[in-house]
């Protein structure tokens, strides 16, 4: 009889996250086909447009004024702030803050404003925050035990990650892998599959959405030289990545303190300083999401310094306020700048562009096991070795840095590191 009721039990269980994982994937599917269409046609208002990043400035004030009017709630003794992105997503999951429902609205709103107007973005940011904002409103409705709320924010994540890169396999892991480094929790495994899954075939199937393709064209022959030279780029790559959050974080903490956190000021400037760096550099190609060119790196020669001109174009606006994504500013940053390496190695231009593009990635999400499947899917199963050893090495060598401060280390990377387990990145970069 016992048995029985175990039984009986797994399975209510078992469907009730299926049933959770299912709501989320949905709504967090539709919202991020809208995404994801709105900002390709904003994309091509701007290109046909060039003369609206004028009114970047102003965009950033519209954004400010949300996050300060909207953003913030009050509650369980915490100050809640949508302007912390990714962030509170994060601790939320650990119980530390709460995801309000109106998050993913400002957010959305807020990246149609950076890239319409050319802020240096990416879109994963606002289905995130979106799925944070699904998953607790999921939360509410169906009033999850305080217990289980964690896994249901996680599925959100999932979902809006692998709704955004049309990567499901990639989204389940990343939901439970993104929020802390050294542990994943894998009884969030049936949630976080489902809503990945369900909202990546929303997003695709239902909406007719379609998704970049990146193709990687020749792959090296297997050799001990190829290795060393994957390992050797791994650990370039994790180097442009860690310059990128550090000058991001920087460029934060000092409008925060120079504006007293006044998010219209900070981002307004930023505005300014993305408009004279764009006239400076007589091209748009740095603006928005920079697809065309990111596409154009796996096929031909793209400017030596592009990486660069990105790093600084999206830690600005990221910096100062704006809002939207840093998944494909990586990719950019880390594709162009194997693009840049291809006259002096002898490997593949596309091979090139694809491990920059993964190994930045990685080492600034500290999501090794996501980073890899994210290979996988968008190219193929083509190149496992390498992408596998690109992964391990960037993330190792990227140190206790990343895109999100909050992350919290269950525990460091290695044992050479002599960091204690239960700090946040944030904490480490403030002791050093």
Not at 102 to 110: A, D, K, N, Q, S
Not at 205 to 219: M, P, S
Not at 263 to 277: D, E, N, S, W, Y
Not at 361 to 377: K, Q, R, V
Request: charged share 15%; aromatic share 12%.
């Amino acid at each position: 009889m016992n048995g029985t009721k175990k039984y009986q039990s797994f399975a209510l269980i078992f469907g009730k996250w299926v049933c959770l994982g299912a709501i989320i994937g949905v709504i967090v599917g539709s919202t991020t086909a809208l995404l994801l269409e709105m900002n390709d046609f904003l994309g091509d208002v701007r290109d046909r447009s060039k003369w609206v990043i004028y009114f970047l400035p102003i965009g950033g004030l519209l954004i400010g004024y949300m996050y300060m009017t909207y953003g913030k709630v009050y509650a369980n003794n915490t100050m809640n702030d949508a302007a912390d992105l990714n962030n509170l997503v994060i601790e939320a999951v650990h119980g530390k803050k709460t995801v309000m429902r109106r998050m993913g609205f400002i957010v959305y709103i807020g990246t149609f404003i950076t890239v319409l107007f050319g802020g240096s973005t990416g879109r994963e940011g606002a289905a995130v925050q979106m799925g944070g904002s699904v998953a607790e409103a999921v939360n509410r409705f169906f009033k999850v035990p305080p217990i289980d709320t964690k896994l249901i924010l996680m599925s959100g994540i999932s979902a809006g990650f692998g709704a955004a890169f049309g990567t499901p396999i990639t989204g389940a892991v990343f939901g439970m892998e993104m929020v802390a480094l050294g542990k994943l929790k894998f009884e969030a495994v049936v949630p976080c599959v489902t809503a990945s899954f369900i909202g990546h075939y929303i997003t695709e199937k239902a909406w007719n959405v379609e998704h970049e393709k990146f193709l990687l064209q020749t792959i090296p022959q297997m050799s001990i030289t190829t290795i060393i030279k994957v390992i050797v780029l791994a650990v370039l790559f994790s180097l442009i990545s860690i310059t990128y959050c550090q000058l991001r974080h920087w460029i934060q903490k000092w409008t925060e303190k120079t504006f007293q956190k006044n998010h219209m000021k900070r981002a307004f400037t930023g505005g300014l300083a993305i408009v004279v760096l764009t006239l400076i550099l007589g091209t748009t190609d740095y603006n928005g999401r920079g697809l065309d060119m990111l596409e154009q790196s796996f096929t031909e020669e793209v400017p030596p310094f592009a990486f660069l001109a990105k790093l600084l174009f999206t830690a600005i606006t990221l910096g100062t306020g704006f809002v939207g994504g840093e998944a494909i500013p990586l990719f950019f940053m880390g594709a162009t700048f194997g693009n840049a390496l291809y006259p002096f190695l002898d490997l593949p231009l596309s091979f090139l562009a694809a491990l920059g593009m993964i190994a930045a990635f990685c080492a600034g999400t500290n999501t090794p096991i996501a980073a890899f499947l994210l290979a996988l899917e968008m190219f193929d199963g083509q190149g496992v070795e390498y992408f596998f050893v690109a992964c391990i090495v960037s993330y190792l060598f990227s140190g206790h840095h990343g895109l999100w401060p909050v992350q919290t280390m269950f525990e460091p990377k290695s044992r050479l590191f002599n960091i204690e387990n239960g700090q946040t990145i944030g904490q480490v970069e403030k002791n050093k």
